[in-house]
T-cell receptor, first 110, second 116 residues
Framework: QKEVEQNSGPLSVPEGAIASLNCTYSDRGSQSFFWYRQYSGKSPELIMFIYSNGDKEDGRFTAQLNKASQYVSLLIRDSQPSDSATYLCAVMGGSYIPTFGRGTSLIVHP | ETGVTQTPRHLVMGMTNKKSLKCEQHLGHNAMYWYKQSAKKPLELMFVYNFKEQTENNSVPSRFSPECPNSSHLFLHLHTLQPEDSALYLC???????????????FGPGTRLTVL
């Protein structure tokens, strides 16, 4: 059984701080890792993907991957109230079908 | 907008009703998916279609019946549902397999289903 674990939160951070969202996965054969953002009542929206060990930056977002530790994280710098949402981690291997975690609820308070 | 549309956006039905959910994508994708999202639970994959052929059926009860007439359209036929089937039903599509490591699923807005 492939598992993707995320702390459900909520993670509460002040505006302007760095929000750190974490995800672990069980399948060592996983090759691609995705972060989705889901606002309340809306569908998931892809914000980043990563497939190589290390960091990948896109604007205020940085994805970090450590395959040896089976760990992927998302950092959001200069957090804004509009970043308040649930963040879903998804992991994909050779089946090309991602496995999703439960999501972490992020609250950015002014 | 992701290019994936779903209708209806909201649906209330009784346990004896028959209804259908519709999904349409104009992204040129060849794979389409149905997911169920209940409160406090991860996204649950229900069905996968590749080039109109069903490749995954995740032990879904027979009261849910998918149909994929072509690569752009996907339906989910519902009959004799239970109150615990109330959830957000999401359709997604994805490009050919070679591109999926970097360009994964695009979700529709979902259908909020309530079964009375």
């Amino acid at each position: 059984q492939k598992e993707v674990e995320q702390n459900s939160g909520p993670l509460s951070v002040p505006e302007g701080a760095i929000a750190s969202l974490n995800c672990t996965y069980s399948d060592r054969g996983s090759q691609s890792f995705f972060w989705y953002r889901q606002y309340s009542g809306k569908s998931p929206e892809l914000i980043m993907f990563i497939y190589s060990n290390g960091d990948k930056e896109d604007g205020r977002f940085t994805a970090q991957l450590n395959k040896a530790s089976q760990y992927v994280s998302l950092l959001i710098r200069d957090s804004q109230p509009s970043d308040s949402a649930t963040y879903l981690c998804a992991v994909m291997g050779g089946s090309y079908i991602p496995t999703f975690g439960r999501g972490t609820s992020l609250i950015v308070h002014p | 907008e992701t290019g994936v549309t779903q209708t209806p956006r909201h649906l209330v039905m009784g346990m004896t009703n028959k209804k259908s959910l519709k999904c349409e994508q104009h992204l040129g994708h060849n794979a389409m998916y149905w997911y169920k999202q209940s409160a406090k639970k991860p996204l649950e994959l229900m069905f996968v279609y590749n080039f109109k052929e069903q490749t995954e059926n995740n032990s879904v009860p027979s009261r849910f019946s998918p149909e994929c007439p072509n690569s752009s359209h996907l339906f989910l036929h519902l009959h004799t549902l239970q109150p615990e089937d109330s959830a957000l039903y999401l359709c997604a599509s994805s490009p050919p397999a070679a591109a999926r490591y970097t360009d994964t699923q695009y979700f529709g807005p979902g259908t909020r289903l309530t079964v009375l």
